[in-house]
C-alpha cells in the first residue's frame, strides 16, 4: 500500500527557511522512473503545483513563483523526497504536500503546514 508522509512545516520569519520530507512507503524509488512532485494549497486558492523530479534521471522543475527560492531533492536510500525552501515569504504560507504517480494513480500524503510570518 502506497503512503506518503510529509514533515518538516512550521513557523519561518520572511526570508527565512525551511525543509519539508515525504517519507514514502509502499514503493522503491529505485525500482523504476516514478514522477515526485510537490503541491501546496495557499489560504482562499486551489492547490498548485510547485516542483517536479524524476527518480531516474532527468532536471528538475519548478514554477516560476518558487524557482530560485526552492529545490527539490530525493534519497533513494532513505525513500523519502525533500522540499528546500529559502527566502521565504509571507506568500509561500499554504498547506504542502507531496505527490506520487504509482501504477497510474496518484497518490497524496496528507500534507504539513507552513505558516510564513514576522
Known amino acids: 500500500q502506497v503512503q506518503l508522509v510529509e514533515s518538516g512545516g512550521g513557523l519561518a520569519q520572511p526570508g527565512g527557511a525551511l525543509t519539508l520530507s515525504c517519507a514514502a512507503s509502499g514503493f522503491s524509488f529505485t525500482t523504476r522512473n516514478y514522477h515526485l512532485r510537490w503541491y501546496r494549497q495557499r489560504p482562499g486558492k486551489e492547490r498548485e503545483f510547485i516542483a517536479f523530479?524524476?527518480?531516474?534521471?532527468?532536471?528538475?522543475y519548478y514554477v516560476d513563483p518558487v524557482k530560485g527560492r526552492f529545490t527539490i531533492s530525493r534519497d533513494d536510500a532513505k525513500n523519502t523526497l525533500y522540499l528546500q525552501m529559502n527566502s521565504l515569504q509571507p506568500e509561500d504560507t499554504a498547506q504542502y504536500y507531496c505527490?506520487?504517480?504509482?501504477?497510474?494513480?496518484?497518490?497524496y500524503g496528507p500534507g504539513t503546514q507552513v505558516t510564513v510570518s514576522s
Open positions: 505527490n506520487a504517480v504509482v501504477n497510474e494513480r496518484d497518490y
Open positions: 523530479i524524476m527518480t531516474k534521471g532527468g532536471n528538475p
